[in-house]
């Protein structure tokens, strides 16, 4: 099984997924690096300094990966691509900003990655194409407790319990659009 821990830059999908590797039974496959890695992009785009993901060599070299008795983690914004069921961190634009700031983004991409989170692109693409979406905001939540967040759901999906995970991490309770659009 695949479960994509997803979101936009900046909210803590490594950080945790870096835990995830070292402290549970958890096959962890950071998708950025496996891109960068085995040139699975179809081009560099100057830019917004990244490469363009070819998804459809990307999902093939996961699925050849995928240990399907147990479940696989992507790390990755884009990992709710290939993922029916996937995680998605929130952060609030703030909070958010700052530490894009702190990894030497260009305003451009900044802002570009605040307007992403405040509009729930990323939230909103998981519902329409996965199964199970569950939703955390890691906003003022230590990097200890969000990954004691998805190691309940990661034992949950193994165990089946959708409906309970759903019932507690189930997608809607974020939003910062207005209070984004209203400061902007």
């Known amino acids: 099984m695949l479960v994509g821990i997803t979101g936009t830059p900046g909210t803590g999908k490594t950080a945790v997924s870096s835990l995830l590797e070292s402290r549970t039974p958890y096959r962890v496959v950071h998708l950025n690096e ?8 179809s081009e560099v785009d100057t830019e917004r300094d990244c490469v363009v993901a070819d998804m459809d060599l990307v ?16 790390d990755s914004h884009l990992s709710h691509h290939i993922a029916n069921s996937v995680i998605v961190l929130r952060t609030k634009p703030e909070v958010l900003r700052v530490r894009l700031q702190k990894r030497k983004y260009s305003a451009e991409k900044v802002q570009e990655n605040l307007e992403a989170e405040a509009l729930d692109i990323i939230l909103c693409e998981a519902v329409d194409w996965c199964d199970n979406v569950f939703e955390i905001d890691t ?11 998805i190691v309940a759901i990661l034992d949950g999906l193994a165990a089946d319990q959708q409906e309970k995970l759903a019932a507690r991490y189930g997608p809607g309770s974020v939003d910062w659009s207005e209070e984004f659009f209203n400061q902007s």
């Not at 496996?34 to 992009?41: G, P």
């Open 139 to 149: 906003t003022s939540r230590s990097l200890e407790r969000t990954f004691d967040d």
């Open 34 to 41: 496996l891109i960068k890695e085995e040139k699975l992009y």
């Open 59 to 74: 999902e093939r070299r996961v699925g050849e990966m995928e240990d399907t008795n147990n479940i696989t983690v992507l």
